[in-house]
């Protein structure tokens, strides 16, 4: 049986999505999502227990280079594209109270 | 001929030997656009001043030698999850709505120094993510063989944008099918290459270990050129591959004798639609009649692969999405009361419910308690479907089946019921689990007009032996007088274009 998914869950995954959902919204999702994992249980039917998890299908080797200095990316053109700026900064809402 | 109706291999032929000029080839392409975009939607953008700009420069460098290669002076589109320095680079959604890259990726630098002439960006189902490019937040693209239909997605926009003859050939992507089976939809070749032979860098991720870019063309032999151009080993990706092999073309005129073919039962067990069922059936006795062997036989695991696909892409889109923020690019809600309702009101606002429902189920797999049940489950599960397939590949040089249960389903029935959609994939999730490259080959046209294709997959860099048999069943195709991938019909309008097209659209 898969995971019930419940309102405290989604409370939980909202936190940890970044998302902000309507009580409507929440409700539909907390159907999707637990229709998503009924399905998903079937790979129980599975016996993966001396299986790895295959997380790349060439192996990945650590790539070192020198140290070098070189040209960034200019500042301006970073905050080009930023929703809002100061002073050569992303300027974000006051964190510290 | 009108100069659209060329591949854009043959393009680029006429433009060395100075029968066609780069601009003419652009004007062309802008022409078609202007023509058939109302009908078909296949762009977010399109830069005709920066293109025609572009296609003088071009010129000149094809007459200094600069631009030699085989796809010089070619109008290619390009789908808009792949970065374009200076042009907006969206992913169809809200939430890039005004982004424009101060870079290019690896993929579209390349295309640039081949010489190639980049027209415009295409839509998309919003992050890669959907099945018809509908979950696109700003147009609906049409399917150019009946509008009535999708273009099939993720990379719906660059298949339409081809197979309407307003681009030569495109770049797309393939997390999941997004290149073979909209290809399929639109009556197009198109390739998801191995992982790691084109560089994912300026590509905005879905699924990292996933994702490919790969061409999409009018014939098995423009994918093949432009494959060549684009792979490329690259150190700004660290999961790009060495492989010297790239020059995909020279397999273009081998003979499939000797091939052998493997279908697997389940692929055409129940579900299957009788007409993909016959564009299999055909492409089998194709390449059988070109001295390639066909067998049957039990891949397994079939049932397992898109619950382990779903876990594995979603988890990976909730960790890439999470640079959504409001604060380096992108969408920032107007009101919020404290940072953390900042970040949680834009990407609300800014994401579309399809991408939602994806972060929200990555967030719960990969979630303190629910990581080994789930996510590490469906890694393990993916290490059997690689090793079906090694197991398979020793037996047989290419599995031949469907790109996707149906041709293209109508417009506005496919979003309602997401299960629905993600059970579509069946054919072409575990190719990107794998690792491996598939093709996607135009093969019959059915009774709504609508093109199927077929889908060839090899083992992991074995892509020459695709486009071997590819090229073998658009040979066959067109010696039973199959033509009708010309040129979609409902796309021919207006007297001028008329008289350009002559007799297909008088059909």
Known sequence: ?97 | MHITDHTATELAEKIKLGEIGVTEAVKASLERIGASERAVGAFLTVEPEKALERAREVEDGIRSGRYAGPLAGVPVAVKDNICTNGTRTTCASRILENFVPFYDATAVKLLEDAGMVILGKTNMDEFAMGSTTETSAFAVTKNPWNTGHVPGGSSGGSCAAVAAGECFAALGSDTGGSIRQPSSYCGVAGIKPTYGTVSRYGLIAYASSLDQIGPIGRSVSDCAALLSVIAAHDEKDSTSVKRGDTDFMSALGDSPRGLRIGIPNEYLSDGLDPDVRDAVGRAAEWLKDAGATVDCFDLGLMEYTIPTYYVIASAEASSNLERFDGVKYGYRAAEYEGLHDMYKRSRSEGFGEEVKRRIMLGSFVLSSGYYDAYYLKALRVKALIKRAFDDAFSRFDIILGPAAPTAAPKLGTSLSDPMKMYLSDIYTVAVNLAGLPGLSVPCTVNGLGLPVGVQLIGDCFAEKKLFTAGAAIEAARAADGETRFTRPVSVCGGAEEAAHTGKECAR
Do not use: C, W
């Not at chain 1, 998302?19 to 399905?39: C, F, I, N, P, V």
């Not at chain 1, 060439?58 to 200095?69: A, C, S, T």
């Open chain 1, 1 to 97: 049986m898969a995971e019930i998914i419940t309102d405290k869950t989604m409370d939980e995954i909202e936190i940890l999505a970044k998302l902000h959902l309507t009580a409507a919204e929440k409700e539909k999702s907390r159907g999707e999502m637990q229709r998503m994992l009924d399905y998903v249980d079937m790979l129980n039917r599975l016996d993966t227990s001396d299986v790895e998890p295959l997380t790349h299908i060439f192996p990945v080797e650590n790539v070192f280079r020198d140290d070098e200095v070189e040209e960034s990316t200019p500042k301006e053109q970073l905050l080009a594209n930023a929703p809002q700026e100061k002073d050569g900064q992303f300027l974000v809402p006051k964190t510290i109270g």
